[in-house]
Every structure is written in structure tokens, then in C-alpha cells.
């Protein structure tokens, strides 16, 4: 009875560490490692242990036994993977970094963002005697994209919240929240209070499309529209116009599918999660009945997952279409082209909503007089480079989209950090295994790009704070000469788990995981409601 990986893995290896027969790949430093879509348990090596199980922060992990129907796909995933890549030279057991012996005196450390690239960072300082680490972020809120860019619909995902609720309750651990660097504080105030800063900010923004309408009203990124159902203070009160029956996602990775799936859902499906209150009375009275995602290659050049294209195949009340060069979709190909297949396959049904995954379509201009009311695409044609790129070119063959409207969801950027160097090409803070420069650090998304899973952050921090060791045990590390004045005015763990109680106190009234605050007096108002805010 293999255990077998299913959708929510989030790639951090605790389970490759826990399983004593080693069958979990791939593991931290074999090829694929943090690219792979998840992680797979090879059937043939599992001795049904269960050791994973209890290591996996997520859930991920189940006996093949006890699989729902939407998840017996998983079954054939996780075997197919080693029909392909047999491991037959597998790296020896996983080990966590060694504990380092640190020179005599405190390490303290800032980690600037609370999202899981800087709680990973904070739970890897604090493996080693002698660490104190405080933790900086602008809202007031921690966990990032873990919070507010996890679909409400995958509340397995946001599990691993409770990974990062361990993590914070570490003695050496304190948080500053409510404080923005660069505005409350600056980066040399927190040089001067720490011996070493990590940048763990993540990527913000959205890339643009650059066509002809994109400033119109109606024509938002995935990033505002994902942060306004999720309840992020800077867009909980936005109002995207849900009054068109089509609307239309430019780009097919997974956050295209993940708002795909939520204007489709239904809202008392979506009532029984953590959504803003906001976005949920807004998607009851949406006209909604079509979400067009678009990409401009083929269908096996999707961008988004196998394990998120499962969840989308498993909709029982909305009818999933393929459109776009379907002879391309021969089954015997990739499991990603073989679910396409079957999903093309299928016999709409009359009067669902419905999703429908176009390729082979590029935008050309966003049409309107202030508002979105339509948009206009052209057909492509891929092309092959001499250096194996392929491209999609645009044909000309152009018609013209309905909607009100249009959602671009072709990757997130970063955003430079004041003092630093950044690279515009690659949105990233330049480095050499994660240091800037002795006394300053990047990890996450600003350090590697918009890459990876939730614990692909591991790895890429355990990096990080290797080069950080070894700066401080070297000398080469500044002592801390004073302090940053932010302690009296931020909010500490305290405060945070003061709005933690309040939003799942509501959240249990109304059978919810949590009612989110979104807005930052109810949040402060909550806060208020602990004890002194910064511990440490």
C-alpha cells in the first residue's frame, strides 16, 4: 500500500527528510529538485511506514487506500514519474545543515518580510545557538502569499501556516509587523541594530502587457484580482466589474487557473472558506458565466501544473473546454497533453458555467471608451529557434472577445529595495549564493525570480543563511550599535495571534476557517486586544 503525493505538495522536503527508506524524489540536490511540479513517491521502494505523513506540513501525503476519486489520478502520477526518472544513482539521504559552532556573543538578524521565503529564513538561523531574529514586514499581518495568494479554495495549501505558527513560537523569534522598510525604517537603521539583514520581499508587482487598452477600467493584473479575494489590505476594496457574462484571462499558469476557478465557483461553496466577505457578496451577484484563458503557445507548453490542471479537471459543476489547435492533444504524449485530451473529449452540459483554456491566441489590443468592453486576439503559430526557444508569432487571423473584463496573468516582478542594486531584466537583487555583500542577504522570489513552491523556499534559505554563518564566523560581520525606534510602534507575535483568535473566533460562528480583517483599524482594534506588542 504505497503512500502517494497529491495536489497540495508544496515541495519543502520535510517528507523526503522523515522517510527512512529514501523513495521520496526529488530530493535536495538531484536534478529537478525545486522545477518539478511536486514531489513523487517511488511505489516500488515505499514500505507503507508512514513516517511522511507525519512530517508533511500540508497533508500532501495519503495511502493510496484512502484517495478520493478527484485524487486516484495521483496514483498513476507519482509511479509515472519513475517510469522516467528511475533515480537509479540516488543522492544519499537527505540531512538538515549541520548546527554551526557560532563565535561566543548573539547573531541578530532582520529578516524583511514575513511571507514563507523570511519565515523559512528565520526557522534556519534559529536551527544554531546564540541566533535572535526579528522579522520586519509592512502589514500587519504575517505569511505572505501564504495568506493572500493561496486560492480559498485550497485551504489544504494554507496548511502549511501552521508550519509557520511553530516557526514564530520559537524563544529567539520576534516580529515587527506594521513597519515598511524604507518609509518607518531604513536600511541602514537596521544594519546598525542588527548584525546582518536578509531580504525576503518577494515580487509584488505584475508584468504589463503592453498593448493598446490595458489602462482602461476593467482591464486589472491577477495579482490585484487575487489579493482583493483574498482579503489583502491594499485591494480588499477594490471593485472589479463582475457584470459581463465573459471575462477573460491573458496567461495559463496557475494563478490564472486559480482565478478562473473562483469567478466560476459556486459562492456557497466559496461561503464555507476564508474569502473576504467583500469578494464573496460580490461573486454572488456576478453575471459571470465564462472565464477564456489564454495562451499563446501549445497546449504543451502550458505553463501551469498537472496537479492544478487535475483540480480543474475534478470541477463537478463547471464545464472545463479546450480550444486551440486540438490535434496537438494526442493522449500517448505527456500526462499534461493526455488530460487535455480527455478534457476536450467531454460533452458540454447545458447551463453550467464554464472555463475554457484557448491556446495558441496572443492579445492584440484591449477595446473600449473607458471601460473594457471587448477584447481582440490573433491566432499564433510556434516557431522553433536555434537555440531550441520556442515562440509563438501572431498570424493576423484576429477576431474579437466580448467582455468587461480582462485579467493579465503573465508573471509577478519585483520591486527594487531602496539602497540596493537590482537587476531590471531578471526583477532580482544581484548575489552569489544569496549574499549581496557580508551583512546583507536576499531569499525568495527577489533572490531567485518568481519560480518554484511554497518549500522550494527552504533550500533557496538554507543557502542564504549558510553564506550568512559563514560571514560572521569569518569577522566579517559589523556588531549592532544601536536600535531602530520601531519596537514601540510595531506589532509582536502577541498582536498577531490576538487578530489570529479574532478572525477564527468569527470564522467559527459562521462554520469558517476564518473571517478575515482586512482593513487597518479592525486589525489594529484586534490587535489591541493582546498583551505588549514585541516580545524580545
Known amino acids: 500500500m504505497p503512500y502517494v503525493v497529491t495536489r497540495s505538495c508544496c515541495a519543502d522536503a520535510s517528507c523526503v527528510l522523515a522517510c527512512p527508506v529514501n523513495c521520496i524524489h526529488p530530493a535536495p540536490g538531484e536534478p529537478g529538485f525545486g522545477t518539478t511540479e511536486m514531489l513523487y513517491v517511488d511505489p516500488r521502494t515505499c514500505v507503507d511506514c508512514g513516517a511522511c505523513t507525519t512530517a508533511c506540513p500540508v497533508d500532501a501525503l495519503k495511502p493510496h487506500t484512502a484517495l478520493g476519486e478527484a485524487e486516484l489520478p495521483f496514483l498513476e502520477l507519482n509511479a509515472s514519474y519513475y517510469k522516467e526518472n528511475a533515480h537509479a544513482d540516488r543522492a544519499p539521504m537527505y540531512v538538515v545543515p549541520r548546527q554551526r559552532r557560532l563565535p561566543k556573543g548573539e547573531l541578530s538578524v532582520a529578516v524583511v518580510g514575513a511571507g514563507p521565503a523570511g519565515l523559512f529564513a528565520a526557522d534556519e538561523l534559529l536551527r544554531h545557538p546564540g541566533v535572535r531574529v526579528t522579522v520586519y514586514d509592512r502589514l500587519p499581518t504575517p505569511y505572505g502569499l501564504a495568506r493572500a495568494g493561496v486560492a480559498p479554495d485550497h485551504q489544504d495549501t494554507k496548511r502549511v501556516t501552521e508550519l509557520f505558527r511553530a516557526i514564530e513560537s520559537q524563544a529567539a523569534f520576534s516580529y515587527r509587523l506594521g513597519v515598511e522598510v524604507g518609509t518607518d525604517v531604513t536600511h541602514a537603521d537596521l544594519l546598525r541594530e542588527h548584525h546582518a539583514v536578509i531580504y525576503a520581499v518577494g515580487a509584488a508587482t505584475d508584468k504589463r502587457l503592453g498593448i493598446e487598452g490595458e489602462e482602461l477600467t476593467g482591464s486589472i493584473s491577477a495579482t ?3 489579493g482583493w479575494y483574498n482579503g489583502h489590505p491594499d485591494r ?3 471593485a472589479p466589474d463582475l457584470g ?7 496567461g495559463n499558469g496557475n494563478v490564472a487557473l486559480d482565478v478562473a476557478r473562483i469567478l466560476t465557483a459556486d459562492p456557497d461553496t466559496l461561503a464555507r472558506t476564508d474569502i473576504s466577505d467583500r469578494a464573496l457578496a460580490a461573486l454572488r451577484t456576478s453575471k459571470v458565466r465564462e472565464v477564456v484563458v489564454l495562451g499563446r503557445r501549445g497546449p504543451a507548453h502550458a505553463a501551469f501544473t498537472v496537479p492544478e490542471l487535475l483540480a480543474l479537471s475534478a470541477l463537478e459543476d463547471v464545464d472545463v473546454r479546450v480550444e486551440g489547435r486540438p490535434e496537438e492533444l494526442a493522449p500517448d504524449t505527456t500526462e499534461k497533453t493526455r488530460l487535455l485530451a480527455e478534457l476536450a473529449a467531454r460533452t458540454p452540459v447545458e447551463g453550467r458555467r464554464r472555463i475554457v483554456l484557448r491556446f495558441l491566441t496572443s492579445p492584440v489590443r484591449i477595446v473600449g471608451d473607458g471601460s473594457v468592453r471587448a477584447l481582440e486576439i490573433t491566432t499564433t503559430t510556434l516557431h522553433t529557434d536555434p537555440d531550441g526557444t520556442v515562440r509563438a508569432r501572431p498570424t493576423g487571423d484576429t477576431r474579437t472577445l466580448a467582455t468587461g473584463l480582462v485579467l493579465r496573468s503573465i508573471g509577478y516582478r519585483a520591486r527594487p529595495v531602496p539602497g540596493l542594486p537590482f537587476d531590471e531584466d531578471t526583477g532580482t537583487i544581484p548575489h552569489a549564493s544569496g549574499r549581496v555583500e557580508p551583512g546583507v ?8 525570480g518568481p519560480t518554484g513552491f511554497i518549500g522550494t ?7 542564504t543563511v549558510e553564506s550568512l554563518l559563514d560571514d560572521f564566523c569569518a569577522g566579517h560581520l559589523a556588531r549592532p550599535v544601536s536600535t531602530s525606534g520601531t519596537e514601540g510602534r510595531a506589532l509582536g507575535l502577541e498582536a498577531w495571534r490576538a487578530i489570529d483568535r479574532a478572525e477564527r473566533a468569527a470564522g467559527e460562528a459562521q462554520e469558517r476557517p476564518r473571517v478575515k480583517l482586512t482593513d487597518s483599524d479592525s486589525l489594529h482594534r484586534a490587535a489591541a486586544q493582546s498583551v505588549p506588542a514585541v516580545r524580545g
Not at 459581463?244 to 491573458?250: C, D, K, L, Q, T
Not at 536576499?442 to 531567485?448: H, L
Open 224 to 226: 490585484d484580482f487575487v
Open 244 to 250: 459581463s457574462e465573459r471575462a477573460v484571462v491573458i
Open 441 to 448: 542577504y536576499v531569499a525568495g522570489w527577489i533572490k531567485r
Open 236 to 238: 480588499a476594496h477594490d
Open 457 to 463: 523556499n527552504r533550500t533557496c534559505a538554507q543557502e
